[in-house]
């Protein structure tokens, strides 16, 4: 898979900083939430979705960690940063094992398939 993005050369050199440094914060809590954690789900508020898929993990028994920012009125401009650092454009975002898995329908797929189980080293 090849995934378009700018290429540094393309970008002039005294704005290269601005650009790597939007919002890192939350990208970089991310990060280390998915370092320290076997699934990542993260979401916003009043998004049925992230719920949906949180709902789905505790009927299989799965532990996870939950980020939630802002709502559909707040947190935007840094929900934006972790849809650039991921490619994905919809919350929620879940990882598991660092992997970006998509959202709630992608997972209740992984979920039907036992590629869930399979991905996290259990037996189906």
Do not use: C
């Amino acid at each position: 898979m090849s995934r378009s993005i700018l290429d540094e050369a393309h970008i002039h050199p005294a704005i290269r900083e601005t650009i790597s440094g939007h919002h890192a914060d939350i990208v970089r809590e991310v990060q280390a939430a998915i370092a320290a954690n076997a699934i990542v789900v993260v979401g916003m508020a009043q998004n049925p979705f992230p719920k949906k898929v949180r709902r789905m993990l505790e009927q299989q028994g799965q532990s996870f960690k939950y980020l939630e920012y802002g709502n559909y009125l707040s947190g935007w401009r840094r929900r934006n940063a972790l849809k650039m650092w991921t490619g994905w454009p919809t919350f929620p975002m879940v990882f598991v094992k660092g992997m970006l898995v998509g959202g709630a329908g992608d997972v209740h797929k992984l979920i039907e398939s036992g590629e869930l189980a399979r991905l996290l080293g259990q037996k189906d």
